[in-house]
């Protein structure tokens, strides 16, 4: 049996590499949304992605990295890019909030603000007093580009990132008590990132427990092999749901 994965490194190997073709996320979205991802296809877009940060937006290990996007199947995809590049994530919407994380005594602002509303995102990083990279963020699986007007020098991830390759060689590693990521009062480390679950199991996860219920869960169960179906608010979690697609927890 393969050893399980510790380290960002290794998730995305085992992705590409353990049951490659098997389903690892399926988000079912509204308007009937359905997006099945194998591992191999997740590995790709996380893939992408880790080289779109590192080519487009100068991240590297240190650098801050706000998600301000809902639970979803994509923030998923930014949050694994994020800890592939060694950046710390904020896996929460950062409105009304300072763009940064905590370090010591003082808080580290934003280098990127990965957003649905640029608009938004922009205006929060002027008041703040950092232009930190704003990258715009189609959700629909299908969007091929942002669709409307980008404010300043804001970024269509859309439009940009399947340009960029699908295999990521990664730089420095962090350290294991780098961080990882904060989401409200919660902080982890690298080294406390990836704690495998018991058993790999096909497991239901609901987009609106949020974040801290959600990104542990999908880690650990991504970690023992299993794989993750996730459900938008909208979308109730059925038995005929269950059963049809095989879910074994949760």
């Given at each position: 049996?393969?050893?399980?994965?510790h380290t960002?490194?290794?998730l995305l190997l085992a992705f590409r590499t353990h049951n490659a073709t098997?389903?690892?996320?399926?988000w079912y979205g509204p308007d009937s949304e359905r997006v099945e991802l194998s591992g191999r296809v997740l590995e790709n877009w996380v893939a992408k992605t880790a080289n779109y940060l590192v080519d487009e937006l100068d991240a590297e290990p240190g650098n801050v990295v706000a998600v301000d996007l809902p639970v979803h199947w994509r923030s998923l995809v930014w949050l694994l890019a994020t800890w592939a590049v060694g950046a710390t994530a904020l896996p929460q919407s950062p409105r009304g909030h300072s763009l940064g994380a905590e370090s010591g005594n003082h808080t580290r602002l934003a280098d990127v603000v990965v957003t649905?509303?640029?608009v938004a995102g922009l205006a929060a990083s002027n008041a703040g007093g950092r232009l930190p990279?704003?990258?715009a963020v189609a959700l629909p699986a299908l969007a091929m580009r942002w669709?409307?007007?980008l404010p300043g020098d804001a970024l269509d991830y859309s439009g940009g990132v399947r340009a960029h390759s699908d295999v990521?060689?990664?730089g420095d590693a962090p350290a294991g008590d780098d961080i990882a990521w904060e989401s409200g009062s919660t902080t982890v480390s690298y080294a406390e990132l990836l704690t495998p679950a018991a058993t790999p199991e096909r497991i239901l996860l609901q987009a609106g427990d949020g974040w801290d219920a959600v990104v542990p869960a999908a880690l650990s169960t991504w970690a023992a092999g299993g794989s993750v179906v996730l459900l938008d608010a909208?979308?109730?979690a059925t038995d005929h749901l269950r059963s049809m697609e095989r879910v074994s927890a949760g």
């Open positions: 049996m393969a050893e399980l994965p960002p490194e290794d098997s389903p690892r996320l399926t649905t509303d640029p990279f704003i990258v669709v409307g007007e990521f060689f990664a909208s979308v109730e």
